[in-house]
């Protein structure tokens, strides 16, 4: 895919980079001249990610666990340090498990709230007073956000969060110069998406009037865009990225 946007001087925060999306999304921002804080759970992924982005911009790994007030803070510290300010914030940790509403634990709920939405309100929240004004944060919410998600009901509870969560951001933080959206990605081939893929692929492709899955490079490129000065007047949105199933499905 041929996306390119000058980010030259930009600092931008990704989670979940060791993930699809947000490690293409690295990958993108990195060719387009970005500073990178790489930062997932899983260490030995961002590491990976970060020693693969070499110059002209600085790409740097950090463990955090989104859902701990307590690691974020530590977080907040580091990019402190390393880079002083923030200019893009995406926070692209989640998990995707299976249940039953009635079948579902109390702690199952949390684990996915804790992570899926109380994440996204503390790193959102936390890294605001650190980003600089002309700031982007691009959230991730889901077509399970909008439409509900079978077996996934923490999952679709906490999307819908998020779009709250982002026209709340929007508002209260738009008077700063910090712009807040979000994408809502359909069926986008990662290793999240797998089970889902082979469990009912077949009747979500039946639906998506594209006939096919999304890439994690054609979310990113929505997202850069959402980052970019070329969307310098698009503030509270949330942009569906899913080849048309949440339009048809
Ligand atoms: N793939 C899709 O089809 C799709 C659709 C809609 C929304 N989304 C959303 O997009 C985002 C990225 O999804 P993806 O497809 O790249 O998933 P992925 O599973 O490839 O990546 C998710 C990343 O989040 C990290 N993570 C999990 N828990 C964490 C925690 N507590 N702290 C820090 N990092 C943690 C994982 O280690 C992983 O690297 C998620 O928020 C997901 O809900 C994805």
Request: proline letters at 3%; aromatic letters at 6%.
């Amino acid at each position: 895919m041929n996306t390119t946007f000058d980010f030259t001087g930009k600092v931008a925060l990704i989670t979940g980079a060791a993930g699809g999306i947000g490690g293409v999304l690295a990958d993108l921002l990195h060719a387009s001249g970005a500073d990178l804080i790489l930062a997932d759970i899983d260490l030995a992924g961002v590491t990976a990610k970060a020693a693969e982005l070499t110059g002209p911009g600085r790409s740097i790994a950090v463990q955090v666990d989104s859902s701990d007030p307590e690691s974020i803070d530590s977080l907040i510290e580091r990019v402190r340090s390393e880079f002083g300010e923030l200019d893009f914030l995406v926070p692209s940790a989640g998990i995707y498990p299976t249940a039953m509403l009635a079948d579902m634990t109390f702690a199952q709920w949390r684990q996915v709230m804790s992570i899926n939405l109380d994440g996204i309100f503390l790193l959102t929240q936390r890294m605001i007073p650190i980003m600089r004004s002309g700031g982007s944060i691009v959230n991730l919410a889901s077509v399970a956000g909008h439409r509900g998600s079978l077996s996934h009901a923490h999952y679709s509870v906490a999307k819908a969060g998020i779009i709250a969560l982002t026209r709340n951001l929007a508002l209260e933080f738009g008077s700063r110069g910090i712009r807040a959206n979000a994408v809502s990605p359909g069926i986008i081939e990662t290793s999240m998406t797998e089970g889902i893929r082979a469990q009912k692929g077949d009747v979500l492709l039946a639906q998506t009037p594209l006939g096919r899955n999304g890439a994690p490079e054609e979310t990113a490129s929505v997202i850069a865009f959402l980052l970019s000065d070329a969307a310098s007047f698009v503030h509270g949105e949330v942009i569906h990225v899913n080849g048309g199933l949440f339009m048809a499905g």
